[in-house]
């Protein structure tokens, strides 16, 4: 979720092994008195790259491993409970049993991702094009009408965010993604076409909305399709194409010098995505989990089979039932998100989009152009490539570790890495012996941190948080949890000058590093590991434990 801070200044930002097979869980007792939940960390290994060619053939080899899964073992996983210090109980997962899939979820991973796409594009587009936009609305002298044109759209993406949890437990994923390419489109359409500054803010307003479902909606919808051992790998594919999104944006802006009034085509080339989404969420099925609470069991099968096979049917039905273990109970509401039942794992979701956003990736892409000018890079253009290229290989790389190490194991290794890296900015700004280095090891510090970040702090939340919900209050909770990044963006964005001209840029650094080393702290205590296991066994492992 980074994007929304690299959109900042143009530059690009901020979720195969075989499937696992949704077998039956062989609890064992936990004791009643569990209060911290803490997963041990084992991954199947996967493959992402970059080059577009090399990243099909990956997709494609993936899919024969779902294909072919006769000949393998399952080998028992454990579940590694500690509360309070105390060791508890492991907990297998029992084997699931053998069988093929003919089922594959990667045509309708990639459609979802279209609104991953969209996401990224529209908070980038507005960077290259906002000089000459504000010439032709006769703006180019109003700074704030400049600053509501960008910053409406995070004040949209606020209200989308909250908006789109309820939606999706009302009217499903797919077809919420279908109500989310209206705003989407017709917010593209309007900044296009636009006149005056008041239809470029509605438009950008509209657009905003409809990233902020996208936010939410996105991740939670490949979480729910994908099959336990490639979910990883899927979901940190979401956080790629955030920033292949961006990237679009930035390369879309190159025709600007020659011909200014290209920014109109620049946000009208979104509706054609948007359009796409629409048009490809009717051909995808349902989340077969949000079709079984609905009580819709004949199409949950039928969902089941397109997803994974018809010969898998009876497995993950039998998984799901046992994941409601005879519960009623309706939808939550709003309210049952504080209630003591839930309100410690929906904590765990708000604050670790909050680290993400207080540890400082604003900051960093902020001054990403001056830091690198001071280095001898005068181009904005490979400031921005330099950085993106280092966000990209870095969600790449975690996406091929995200079910080999872990999501803990990366969180942790992301934000102990981007406190070194802050350390180490605070010290080229602030420490006068290495003065004469202050350019070089500024460069250095700022590309380990956006590498770190995109390792963990970057696409992990929004890949976790869908996986420790429970799934009657699974979309609500991811949607509030994004609202707090939205709010949180909204809030350092506003402020972030004005505490930087008080204290400094070297103090402010620092002052990152210590939330950097304090997120540390909180994951390791509070962080469960999701890695190889169902939702519904992480969901009966918790519940157990509460």
Known sequence: MQAS???????????????NKFGRFNSRRISPSVKNLLITDRKSNCQLRLDSRVMGAELARARVRVENIGGSSAKPRFLKVQASGEDLEAVPSSPKSQGTSSGSVLPYVGVACLGAILFGYHLGVVNGALEYLSKDLGISENAVLQGWIVSTSLAGATVGSFTGGSLADKFGRTRTFQLDAIPLAVGAFLCATAQSVQTMIIGRLLAGIGIGISSALVPLYISEISPTEIRGALGSVN?????????????AGLPLAGNPLWWRTMF?????????????????????????????????ERAIKTLWGK?????????????????????????????????KVVSVGAALFLFQQLAGINAVVYYSTSVFRSAGIASDVAASALVGASNVFGTAIASSLMDKQGRKSLLVTSFSGMAASMLLLSLSFSWKVLAPYSGNLAV????????????????????????????RIRAKAVALSLGMHWVSNFVIGLYFLSVVNKFGIGSVYLGFAMVCILAVVYIASNVVETKGRSLEEIERALTSAA
């Not at 590309?447 to 390792?455: D, T």
């Open 5 to 19: 801070a690299f959109s900042v200044k143009g530059n690009l930002g901020s979720d195969t092994g075989i499937i």
């Open 239 to 251: 956080q790629l194409f955030i920033c292949v999104g961006i990237l679009a944006a930035l390369v």
């Open 444 to 471: 250095i510090g700022t590309v380990l941190y956006v590498l770190s970040f995109s390792l963990g702090a970057g696409p992990v939340p929004a890949l976790l948080l869908p996986e420790i919900f429970a799934s």
């Open 268 to 300: 009208g080339v979104a509706v054609v995505p948007s359009v796409l989404l629409a048009l490809g969420m009717a051909m995808c099925p349902e989340s077969p989990r949000w079709l079984f609470q609905q009580g819709r069991t004949a199409d949950a």
């Open 311 to 343: 010969e898998r049917v009876a497995e993950v039905m039998h998984d799901l039932r046992a994941g409601s273990q005879g519960s009623v109970e309706p939808e939550a509401g709003w309210f049952d998100l504080f209630s003591s039942r839930y309100w």
